[in-house]
């Protein structure tokens, strides 16, 4: 069996529980001629001491991933079996209140290019290695054995298999496997649609950062003038209802709910727990038709229709017009003061909300974008905080693994300085507990979900 040697002076990551090898961490590879990709190879030091098995892919820059600290000849289908299990226990330790989560997190379950999505009794896999997609019969075999899903879906479809020489690819692995499948949420039913949906789907990772977002949606009735009294009823019982300036009763249920705009919707996850949490309305924008189409079909089946609008929109054009337009209510609030010409008929936009929520994709997927995102998530902010009624809330995420946590804040409050604006952090989330990381893997620690509270400087 070919032996992968490591250099003396690179980093010891390896010893740390880092899962890559790197090429320019080898000094060299013991009958190197002998290397067939993907397969299973041992790692030593440059002593010769052995540190750790994965599975090589020359070809690649990361070109040996970990599977194993200790020996072994084969990812067999027990071996993937075992791993499930423990992957299994983890989640139904952490997540109770679903049959559907991330069951299989790459590196973190020590699976490195393995992604497996449950979604009730569907399975979802994603393949994005050389070294997983030899093993990919083995692991079918041991998803049916552990879980006997009622169906195994591929969801390999990503460019980044092209960096590992493969073709991306997506169908049925096992079984039947309905386009569209039901699962609940934080007591919310969602359809995914596993043919067609982002990724795998779904995103689960902002599973407990969507629940976070419950506080924010009532408190509000307040502001409008409202206010609960005890009134007699009709039988002359004293009850609390809520009453307006003028005296009389509110009877829509949701008064005290909070306006919230839902930026990148996708299937609408956000605008579901606002729904559910109390909001009075909600605005769902995605530029996606598909993405809007589900996101509206999951508010029906939730009963939240009444309170739903949608809008599908590039959400930096709607934000920017958005604020255009409270911006031109403002100048001509001034005409008696200064020249302005009002003879030109006002544009409909200038919308504020009392929470707007901004979730969008990646905006840096390599080191050299970071440049160019921050320039993004700066724009997106700014415009959105422009948008919260004074003491509202701004509710702001990024998944790109190279905008880093401090990065992303110090971003926020250029764009806050720069819209007069002053933000109190009041929670600052990472991915869910069923994606896990493992300390010093870095590259683990993509996502940041932050929730400010926004006034006027």
Request: aromatic fraction near 8%; proline fraction near 4%; charged fraction near 25%.
């Amino acid at each position: 069996m070919p032996i992968v040697i490591l250099t003396k002076k690179r980093k010891k990551r390896l010893e740390q529980g880092h899962p890559w090898v790197f090429k320019n961490e080898i000094e060299r590879i013991e009958d190197e001629g002998a290397v067939v990709p993907g397969q299973l190879v041992p790692v030593h030091s440059h002593l010769g001491q052995y540190l750790a098995t994965g599975y090589i892919n020359p070809a690649s820059q990361i070109t040996v991933r970990i599977v194993s600290s200790r020996p072994i000849e084969a990812m067999t289908a027990d071996f993937f079996a075992a791993r499930f299990r423990d992957c299994a226990e983890l989640r139904r330790r952490f997540v109770q209140d679903s049959d559907s989560y991330r069951l299989v997190y790459g590196e973190a379950d020590f699976l490195p290019g393995l992604i497996v999505d449950k979604f009730a009794d569907v399975l979802v896999v994603q393949i994005l290695s050389l070294g997983m997609d030899r093993a990919r019969e083995e692991i079918v075999a041991a998803l049916v054995q552990v879980f006997a899903p009622k169906g195994i879906y591929e969801r390999s479809d990503v460019p980044v298999r092209e960096l590992e020489g493969l073709e991306q690819r997506k169908g049925v692995l096992y079984g039947d496997v309905p386009r569209l499948v039901e699962i609940r949420e934080n007591g919310i039913r969602m359809i995914v649609d596993v043919v067609e949906g982002q990724k795998t789907g779904y995103f689960f990772d902002q599973r407990e950062n969507r629940a976070s977002i419950e506080p924010l949606m009532t408190g509000w009735g307040r502001r409008s003038g409202i206010e609960l009294q005890e009134l007699p009823g009709e039988d002359g019982a004293l009850r609390r209802i809520p009453v307006n300036p003028n005296g009389n009763e509110v009877t829509f249920p949701y008064w005290d709910g909070a306006t919230v705009l839902e930026c990148f919707s996708h299937t609408g996850s956000f605008t579901l727990h606002a729904c559910k949490y109390g909001a009075k309305k909600v605005t769902c924008l995605d530029i996606s038709e598909h993405a809007i189409d589900s996101a509206r079909r999951n508010v029906e089946l939730n009963g939240f229709e009444d309170r739903v609008e949608f809008v599908v929109a590039d959400a930096f054009d709607y934000l920017r017009e958005q604020v255009k337009g409270i911006e031109e209510r403002s100048l001509r609030s001034q005409a008696a003061v200064k020249k302005v010409d009002t003879s030109q008929k006002m544009t409909a936009k200038g919308r504020t909300w009392d929470v707007v929520i901004l979730d969008p994709p990646a905006f840096a997927k390599t080191k050299g974008a970071v440049e160019g995102a921050c320039r993004g998530y700066k724009d997106i902010n700014l415009h959105g905080m422009k948008l919260v009624n004074e003491g509202g809330f701004l509710v702001t995420a990024s998944c790109s693994y190279h905008m880093r946590p401090d990065l992303f804040l110090e971003t926020i409050h250029a764009a806050a300085v720069d819209a007069g604006k002053v933000l109190r952090l009041l929670e600052f989330r990472a991915a869910g507990k069923d994606h896990p990381t493992i300390l010093g893997v870095d590259e683990g620690h993509y996502l940041k979900f932050a929730v400010f509270q926004v006034t006027s400087r």
